[in-house]
């Protein structure tokens, strides 16, 4: 069966690269997350990883750079793993899963989050969420109506919290759900790759281009006043979806990043340095079933040569 599927991959797919991207992996509940997306478990992540393995050839990141920069592909289907948003179970969960593996990945950090500075204002209102549902304020605040506040509602969601005695301090000292600078250096020493996540997790098509600049530059800039930086890659918060061509002409042409990674799944772009990347953590089935009905998906959409992300002309 391992054989079948694995012809049957090569021979829909090619020599393609996919991208499988995680935040979080924790057998705990993790209230700063949950009511935003399932927790991936260990044994969850670990049935992935051997799916990835069985089927696809394991690439390194210098092979990615060579690949992108010639545009040329691999001999084999490969896969490359990356994680969002700088969560301290990278440094204790997965990066020693990985090693054991022998598997590289990249991790891609908000710079303001880390050494627990601040809190994600999307994780904040998870914790909102966890008070409103163990309290009497639940009448007060529904969980639709805090799912729906965005960044630039970050003051309400601050005022919401003093009236639900929530600290948003307390939590970031006692939990530490960031990775500090000296846990990600040790990444780096380890062979694993550092990237920008932005400042402080942005939508980018809510923000001006000036503001998505300033973030993507600043953020890269403290990155690399931390680290001994080799390349300077981006990943999107959220999504890459409605950023229109000037960032990315501009990012690319003043070599402010390198590579960005999107997440639209198993798709090309438009400009071959964005790379999209498939979102494992909605998903806890089986992952071949996952896995192929978007690598089938990729294949239609590429007969009909609908295949690349587009973005607007902003």
């Not at 710079?111 to 969420?129: E, M």
């Not at 003093?162 to 939990?175: A, G, Y």
């Not at 409605?242 to 590579?259: H, P």
Request: charged share 25%.
């Amino acid at each position: 069966m391992n054989k079948l599927l694995k012809l049957f991959i090569t021979k829909i797919l090619g020599n393609k690269v996919i991208f499988p991207f995680y935040h979080l992996v924790s057998d705990q509940e993790c209230p700063h997350i949950r009511h935003l997306y399932p927790v991936k478990r260990i044994s969850t992540f670990e049935n992935e990883l051997d799916f990835f393995q069985r089927n696809f050839q394991p690439i390194a990141w210098d092979e990615i750079l060579k690949h992108v920069f010639n545009n040329t592909q691999p001999e084999k289907p490969s896969f490359f793993l990356s994680f969002d948003d700088g969560l301290s179970e990278c440094s204790s969960i997965i990066a020693p899963i990985l090693k054991q593996r022998n598997l590289e990945a990249a991790f891609f950090v908000n710079t303001d989050f880390v050494d627990n500075q601040a809190l994600f204002f999307r994780y904040k209102v998870s914790l909102l969420i966890d008070k409103t549902e163990k309290s009497k304020f639940n009448a007060h605040y529904s969980k639709n109506e805090l799912l729906k506040l965005r960044y630039c509602d970050t003051e309400k969601i601050n005022l919401i919290a003093e009236r639900l005695e929530v600290d948003f301090n307390d939590f970031l000292k006692s939990q530490q759900p960031y990775m500090t600078w000296s846990e990600i250096k040790n990444l780096r020493n380890e062979g694993f790759v550092i990237g920008s996540h932005s400042s402080d997790h942005p939508l980018y098509s809510d923000i001006s281009l000036q503001q998505q600049i300033h973030q993507t530059k600043t953020s890269m800039d403290k990155l690399a006043e931390n680290l001994d930086l080799k390349q300077r890659i981006f990943s999107f918060p959220f999504t890459d979806d409605g950023v229109g061509n000037s960032f990315f002409d501009f990012v690319f042409d003043t070599n402010l990043i390198d590579l960005s990674f999107g997440t639209a799944g198993i798709k090309d772009d438009v400009y071959s340095r964005n790379i999209q990347r498939l979102p494992m953590d909605l998903y806890s089935g089986r992952p071949e079933y996952f896995v192929l009905k978007n690598i089938l998906f990729y294949r239609f959409k590429r007969i009909l040569k609908k295949n690349k992300v587009a973005h607007p002309s902003v």
